[in-house]
């Protein structure tokens, strides 16, 4: 039965408040597990805590970033047919296995040498294991989410994604307050393992999924088919992990893991502001963008539309958090974290350019401008990295905020020049 237009809006109307109920929690969530890891583990926790999120990050982003897409967009493509759905699922299903195992072998058996090296204390080799159970995990619940997605199971979606979200507080709270910086690296480790016993608890309640729908054999024809959402993703999924990893282990061996951990609450808060905006950003601009994406004149209107109120609304809340910002580091993390007041001006001027290459970055994808997009997934972060290393030499870690300016403004430029054409459209000489 085809969808009336009033379900359909009723059906986008539901997904927008489920949303923006997501959006509250993980607001409220990161705020709480902000000030945790500032009263409870200090500035070199919150830099220790960080550089392990984001490695699990960067070894599940590389394979989940193309799997999600591909499951999500050739599920919506096959529509009813039911044979190439279930060849695409067998199919996903075991390109993540063959790449998780491998991933997760590697972190394993090179735990003592990460943990050295990200840690920088051998003896936390073990959180590695259990982050390669993690990024497994993180696969498989990614997979099943995007089906769920596919499939209409909006609500259970947002649901097991608010459920881990607080989970995850629940169990990284009493593990940071009793056990300290191992206790917070343990309840990580365990956060992704976590929100895939939530999504699973969630499928035993509805007939839509089960794990049959994954027996089968592996379809080259798909595999091929989901290898062609990997170029483009990838660069962002690797890129802005590692170049965040980088520049942490770059401060923490030129300076000191306390200076990591203050330049790491700084770029919390400005992540934690900005996701509101990226979260509005990202529930109604794609769906536009598609609809107007022929239309040069509309499609225009509604990128400069967006990119005002995307950059505004980041504008405005970074000039409340600079006018407030001695109360604002008080109240979000601690006294020992007062010099970040000094960080956060260049941070908050680097947050309104990165929000406008961002919001750009939506147009780049929706007219496949592949190319574009790869060369500034690619470029900014290592602007971003040479920079934090050439200016952090002479001015500490204020040469890393300036850094991440410099690389705002590359990312700004570079997508300005991207879509001349569609921002600066040219009229016929009458």
Not at 105 to 128: C, E, I, N, R
Not at 243 to 270: D, F, K, M, N, P
Request: charged share 15%; hydrophobic share 55%; proline share 3%.
């Amino acid at each position: 039965m085809t969808a009336t237009p009033s379900s359909a809006i009723g059906t986008r109307r539901k997904a927008f408040s489920l949303g923006t109920v997501q959006a509250l929690v993980r607001l409220v969530c990161s705020f709480a597990s902000v000030k945790l890891t500032a009263v409870y583990l200090g500035p070199s926790g919150l830099a220790l805590i960080a550089q392990f999120n984001n490695f699990v990050n960067l070894c599940q982003g590389i394979i989940v970033t193309g799997l999600e897409t591909a499951t999500m967009r050739l599920s919506a493509e096959y529509g009813a047919d039911a044979e190439r759905l279930r060849r695409l699922l067998a199919t996903v299903g075991k390109v993540g296995l063959g790449l998780g195992l491998p991933t997760a072998l590697g972190m394993s058996v090179a735990s003592p040498w990460l943990a050295s090296w990200l840690l920088k204390d051998s003896a936390y080799a073990w959180v590695f294991v259990l982050g390669s159970i993690g990024v497994l995990a993180a696969i498989l619940n990614a997979v099943l989410l995007a089906v769920l997605t596919t499939r209409g199971e909006i609500s259970r979606v947002v649901s097991s994604n608010i459920l881990a979200t607080i989970c995850g507080l629940l169990v990284f709270a009493p593990a940071a307050m009793h056990w300290g910086v191992r206790g917070g690296l343990y309840a990580s480790s365990c956060l992704y393992i976590c929100a895939l016993l939530v999504t699973l608890i969630l499928l035993t309640r509805t007939s839509v999924l089960g794990w049959r729908d994954f027996v089968g054999r592996l379809d080259r024809g798909e595999a091929r088919r989901i290898a062609g959402f990997y170029p483009m993703l990838v660069f962002h999924a690797v890129m802005a992990p590692l170049s965040l990893i980088l520049i942490r282990e770059h401060v923490t061996s030129q300076l000191s893991l306390e200076s990591a951990g203050l330049w790491q609450a700084c770029w919390r808060l400005s992540e934690t502001y900005t996701m509101v905006v990226m979260m509005s950003v990202t529930t109604q601009f794609m769906a536009r963008l598609g609809e107007v994406a022929n239309h040069p004149d509309r499609l225009r209107a509604e990128v400069l539309r967006t990119l005002g109120a995307s950059v505004g609304a980041t504008a405005a809340m970074a000039l409340c958090i600079f006018v407030l910002r001695e109360w604002s580091v008080r109240l979000i993390f601690s006294r020992a974290f007062s010099p970040v007041t000094e960080l956060m001006p260049m941070q908050l001027v680097g947050d309104v350019l990165k929000m406008a290459g961002w919001t750009l970055g939506f147009v780049l994808v929706a007219t496949v401008r592949s190319r574009w997009y790869i060369a500034i997934e690619l470029v900014v972060p290592l602007v971003f990295i040479v920079m934090a290393r050439v200016l952090g030499a002479s001015m500490g870690v204020s040469g890393v905020t300036m850094a991440y300016v410099a690389a705002g403004a590359a990312q700004c430029l570079m997508a300005f020049v991207a879509l001349r054409d569609v921002i600066f459209i040219r009229r016929p000489a009458s």
